[in-house]
């Protein structure tokens, strides 16, 4: 089969396009049109690869989820102690973020207007409930303080890692790796160099 439109378009690049726009203009804001005029394709070249706009907004918020979730499937797999499990699912999802940071983005920005973001909505409850039992298991094995509610806790922690598509860019030199670092050394042993006395 042919493929209509201008060469070199294919479904990634057009995602990308899409995201890009999405982020920048809101996804609302955003019209098929536009979308056509960013790309140098016509409306129906959009239309041989999905159905709609809301398509291309169901498969961006995909991107990131199926990311995060097959990075918690990973953790909840691995054998040891939850606050390990925990730690890995942390360091994971920074890579997520940073290997999809636009789609993420968009992610982190939708706010249920749509079925489509009304789904991802969910999704994103039922990761931020798989984080929550995790604390829950390191606080009952005694690795997390159990003074603070779980679901805080979780909400805290992710609080922390999503905060980074606000300030993190790539062309920045610092990798995910060292981004991991950062976040799980403040989050897991805190900010002190050393306990202070009563």
């Known amino acids: 089969m042919t493929r209509r439109g201008r060469p070199g378009y294919d479904l990634?690049?057009?995602l990308a396009v899409a995201v890009k726009v999405f982020n920048e203009r809101g996804y609302e804001a955003t019209s098929m049109e536009e979308?056509?005029?960013k790309l140098g394709i016509t409306k129906s070249a959009i239309y041989y690869h999905v159905s709609s706009k809301d398509e291309l907004l169901r498969m961006s918020v995909d991107r990131a989820l199926d990311g995060l979730f097959a990075v918690a499937d990973e953790a909840l797999r691995l054998e040891g102690r939850a606050i390990?499990?925990?730690e890995?699912?942390?360091r994971g999802s920074i890579k997520v973020l940073v290997e999809r940071l636009p789609f993420v983005t968009l992610l982190l920005r939708v706010r249920g207007n749509t079925?489509?973001?009304r789904a991802a909505l969910a999704r994103r409850r039922e990761f931020d409930?798989?984080?929550t039992e995790l604390v829950k298991q390191a606080e009952a094995e005694g690795d997390v303080r159990p003074d603070i509610d779980p679901a805080i806790t979780a909400r805290l922690l992710f609080g922390t890692v999503n905060s980074l598509i606000e300030w993190?860019?790539?062309?920045?030199g610092l990798?995910?790796?060292d981004l991991a670092d950062a976040v799980c050394a403040i989050s897991f042993n805190g900010l002190r160099t050393h306990l202070t006395a009563d």
Request: charge should be positive.
């Open 84 to 86: 390990d499990r925990l």
């Open 35 to 37: 979308l056509s005029r």
């Open 168 to 172: 993190y860019r790539p062309r920045g």
């Open 129 to 131: 409930h798989l984080v």
């Open 115 to 117: 079925k489509v973001e």
């Open 175 to 177: 990798g995910s790796e």
């Open 88 to 90: 890995y699912l942390v």
């Open 12 to 14: 990634e690049s057009l």
